[in-house]
């Protein structure tokens, strides 16, 4: 099976973590990415949100978050109260899985596989131990699958504190959705809305 474990340093920091990820052959994503995006922020960060895998941009620049869906995070965040340069933010899976129509063609996103997230986990359950944050906001329904196993659904629990056993350890999580679904949404102003009101259930949590 595809594991990312045997990539994963014991007892390292998190910048050993960034260092030793950068290297992972855990499974095929790394032949076609860019680079491996690690998560960003400090370890004691009260919220560690969770995507799903880097897009173009966050492939490009090495860091997760920094394109569209990012900004309109940032922007959500500010706006429910959660300051987003005191969040650790990474991903369910750290490299960039796409297509491309044609060659040369603009690069479309593809969602990773339930093997990829899985072989990806490690470095997800190492962030959270040595981040250990009291609260992890799950973006989507392909972060939500990673964490909490392939029944989960996002419009059956968004907006709600869940706790749950991740990666051994017990956690609370609030659900959202993706903010990439927002910028796909007929009703960008309404789905941004109900991002901003689930991320005011964390900010709540959060106290
Ligand atoms: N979407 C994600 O899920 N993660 C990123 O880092 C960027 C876009």
Same mark, same amino acid.
């Given at each position: 099976a595809y594991t990312a474990a045997p990539f994963v340093p014991d007892g390292a920091g998190l910048a050993a973590l960034r260092e /030793?990820?950068?290297?992972?052959? !855990?499974?095929?994503?790394?032949?076609? /990415?860019?680079?491996?995006?690690? !998560?960003a922020g400090k370890t004691g960060a009260r919220v560690m949100l969770v995507g799903e895998q880097p897009g173009d941009q966050e492939d490009r620049q090495g860091r997760p978050f920094v394109g569209p869906a990012g900004k309109l995070l940032d922007r959500a965040l500010a706006e429910a109260g959660i300051d987003p340069g005191e969040a650790y933010v990474t991903?369910?899976?750290?490299?960039?899985?796409f297509t491309r129509a044609e060659p040369r063609k603009r690069r479309i996103h593809k969602a990773p596989?339930?093997?990829?997230?899985t072989a990806c986990g490690p470095w997800l359950a190492a962030e959270l131990a040595l981040v250990e944050p009291e609260l992890i906001v799950v973006l989507g329904a392909t972060a939500g699958k990673a964490l909490?196993?392939?029944s989960f659904r996002v419009t059956q629990v968004r907006g709600t504190v869940l706790e749950e056993e991740i990666h051994g350890r017990p956690e609370?999580?609030?659900?959202?959705?993706?903010?990439?679904?927002?910028?796909?949404?007929?009703?960008?102003?309404?789905?941004y809305q109900g991002l901003v009101s689930d991320l005011r259930v964390a900010a709540r949590a959060l106290g």
């Open positions: /030793a990820a950068a290297g992972c052959r !855990g499974c095929p994503l790394h032949r076609d /990415a860019t680079q491996t995006v690690f !998560g991903n369910a899976v750290k490299h960039f899985k596989t339930l093997r990829e997230m909490l196993g392939s609370r999580l609030v659900p959202t959705v993706h903010p990439s679904a927002v910028l796909r949404a007929e009703d960008r102003e309404g789905a």
